[in-house]
């Protein structure tokens, strides 16, 4: 192998070790970058859970509500038919 080429082959192998160095940094980036959203959407999973329960919670009050509103109601329409006696 004559020296010019075994110098472009040398630059080239420089060139591929380089861009493997600023892979493997990208890659451990593209890593922790992962993890980061990992964790996040682990927090988002929990939040989401507690919601649902709140809403639940929430409708379940709003039937209450709604239970105790008919319930008056009828007590209101007995007191008046009583007075009425």
Known sequence: MD???????EA?????IHRYEGLK???GELER???GLQ??????KGINSRLRVELEDSKRNIRDTE???RIRI????LLTHLEGI
Do not use: A
Request: proline share 3%; net charge negative; hydrophobic share 35%.
């Open 3 to 9: 020296l010019p080429n075994f110098e472009k082959l």
């Open 25 to 27: 940094n990208d890659n």
């Open 33 to 35: 970058m992962v993890n």
């Open 74 to 77: 009828k007590v209101e329409e």
């Open 39 to 44: 964790e996040e959407i682990s927090e988002l």
């Open 67 to 69: 239970k105790e509103e």
């Open 12 to 16: 080239q192998i420089l060139k591929l």
